[in-house]
């Protein structure tokens, strides 16, 4: 079912602002792009060759993002958790009674399928589940 983790998202007021500590760490930026949909600019960061951090930027005060930082601050966001077909692992999800945000994939940051899961079935936990598509 869960392939792997595929990325954690941080959120960041400014991913510009926020580089400098991950090059310290010697993480390099391996593409920004923004994702309208919801409202925020992504940096990829690769660590090894299987994960990613995502720096996530709101672009706008309505993003779920900004609202994250208004309410907890910086910080980790979400972790995703890659998957073969997305779909089916949301309706045996559903069938096993977990609260799903998507009930269908939507697009996400870098060409991925993504959904998220209700953190009140996660414990506590924003679990974004993806397929990637690169």
Do not use: W
């Not at 958790?81 to 697009?107: H, M, S, V, Y």
């Amino acid at each position: 079912m869960i392939e792997k983790v595929s990325h954690i998202g941080i959120a960041v007021k400014s991913i510009e602002a926020a580089l400098p500590f991950y090059h310290a760490l010697g993480l390099e930026v391996e593409a920004i792009e923004e994702v309208a949909s919801q409202k925020v600019r992504v940096a990829f960061l690769p660590v090894g060759k299987e994960v990613r951090l995502e720096l996530l930027e709101p672009t706008s005060t309505e993003s779920p993002v900004a609202k994250f930082i208004e309410k907890k601050g910086e910080g980790i966001h979400h972790l995703a958790l890659a998957t073969t077909n997305l779909q089916e692992r949301l309706q045996e999800l559903e069938e096993k009674g977990i609260r799903l945000i998507d009930k269908t994939p939507r697009p996400g940051a870098h060409g991925a399928d993504i959904a998220f899961l209700h953190p009140q079935s996660t414990g506590g936990i924003l679990l974004e589940l993806c397929k990637e598509n690169h």
